[in-house]
């Protein structure tokens, strides 16, 4: 628990405090805050790519494991701008909804060896074992509140196995 505490203001202290409020006193929705956070570019153009910015916008609440930058980069060459082409919009879209999970999942809620149902229909899993994984990507920082929802960073794209 404190280790997660930590994370979470090391998070909060990365993203600065004005990443969290919206000019209105209320707090950023989940799109903003990636939007507003430099190592979530390739994140939210994919997201923009892919036609889920209102769905990200909207309500929620979701959870969003989120890839940085740097882990979008470690994929293979070519593979983001060839899933960024109109053509591939579908195979963008279950992967990026493979990274949500409807409702807002703290970490304190996770659990070892938890299966998560995904927006896209697959099961995540989560492990406690060393760290908190995600499948094979490891929770770099967690628990960024938004105000529909919660964002976790993750340090790998996840991919479903369809």
Same mark, same amino acid.
């Given at each position: 628990?404190?280790?997660?505490?930590?994370?979470?203001?090391?998070?909060?202290?990365?993203? %600065?405090?004005?990443?969290?409020?919206?000019? +209105?006193g209320?707090?950023?929705?989940? #799109?903003?805050?990636?939007?507003?956070? $430099?190592?979530?570019?390739?994140?939210?153009?994919?997201?923009?790519?892919? %036609?889920?910015? $209102?769905?990200?916008? %909207?309500?929620?609440?979701?959870?969003?494991?989120?890839?940085? $930058?740097?882990?979008?980069?470690?994929?293979?060459?070519?593979?983001?701008?060839?899933?960024?082409?109109?053509?591939?919009?579908?195979?963008?879209?279950?992967?990026?909804?493979?990274? #949500?999970?409807?409702?807002?999942?703290?970490?304190?809620?996770?659990? $070892?060896?938890?299966?998560?149902?995904?927006?896209?229909?697959? &099961?995540?899993?989560?492990?406690?074992?060393?760290?908190?994984?995600? &499948?094979?990507?490891?929770?770099?920082?967690?628990?960024?509140?938004?105000? &529909?929802?919660?964002i +976790?960073?993750?340090?790998?794209?996840?991919?479903?196995?369809?």
């Amino acid at each position: 628990m404190f280790k997660r505490t930590l994370t979470a203001l090391a998070a909060a202290a990365a993203l %600065g405090a004005p990443a969290f409020a919206d000019g +209105h006193g209320g707090m950023k929705d989940i #799109v903003d805050i990636a939007a507003g956070n $430099d190592s979530f570019e390739t994140l939210v153009a994919a997201v923009t790519a892919a %036609g889920l910015v $209102d769905t990200l916008k %909207g309500e929620g609440p979701f959870t969003v494991f989120a890839p940085t $930058d740097d882990a979008f980069a470690a994929l293979p060459a070519g593979t983001v701008e060839n899933l960024l082409k109109p053509e591939n919009k579908d195979q963008l879209i279950a992967i990026l909804t493979y990274h #949500v999970v409807p409702g807002k999942v703290m970490s304190t809620d996770l659990s $070892d060896d938890m299966a998560a149902a995904t927006v896209q229909g697959s &099961n995540i899993m989560i492990d406690l074992d060393n760290g908190v994984m995600v &499948n094979d990507a490891s929770v770099v920082t967690a628990d960024i509140e938004a105000s &529909n929802g919660v964002i +976790h960073v993750i340090d790998k794209v996840i991919l479903p196995s369809n």
